[in-house]
C-alpha cells in the first residue's frame, strides 16, 4: 500500500488530482454564477402582481379556515 506521500508523488495522482482542482473550480465559478440569477429569480418571482394576489387570497383563505374552525369548535 502506498502512502500519502508516494500518492502525492506519483504523476497519475498529481494529473488526477490536478483535473479534479480544475473541477472544483469550474463548479465554484458554475455556483457563483448561479446565485445571482436565483436571487434574482426570487426577487421576480415575488414582485409578481399575480404572486401577490395569490398570496393575499391565500391569507384571506387560512382567515377564513381558522375562523371556520374557531366557530365549529365553539370558541
Same mark, same amino acid.
Given at each position: 500500500?502506498?502512502?500519502?506521500?508516494?500518492?502525492?508523488?506519483?504523476?497519475?495522482?498529481?494529473?488526477?488530482?490536478? !483535473?479534479?482542482?480544475?473541477?472544483?473550480? @469550474?463548479?465554484?465559478?458554475? +455556483?457563483?454564477?448561479?446565485?445571482?440569477? @436565483?436571487?434574482?429569480?426570487?426577487?421576480? !418571482?415575488?414582485?409578481?402582481?399575480?404572486?401577490?394576489?395569490?398570496? !393575499?387570497?391565500?391569507?384571506?383563505?387560512?382567515?377564513?379556515? /381558522? /375562523?371556520?374552525?374557531?366557530? /365549529? /369548535? +365553539?370558541?
Amino acid at each position: 500500500m502506498h502512502t500519502d506521500t508516494e500518492n502525492r508523488r506519483h504523476p497519475a495522482r498529481r494529473g488526477e488530482r490536478h !483535473h479534479l482542482d480544475h473541477i472544483a473550480e @469550474a463548479n465554484l465559478d458554475r +455556483g457563483r454564477s448561479l446565485v445571482p440569477r @436565483a436571487e434574482a429569480a426570487a426577487d421576480a !418571482h415575488r414582485d409578481n402582481p399575480d404572486r401577490r394576489d395569490q398570496r !393575499h387570497n391565500l391569507e384571506h383563505l387560512a382567515e377564513a379556515n /381558522s /375562523s371556520r374552525r374557531r366557530r /365549529s /369548535s +365553539g370558541s
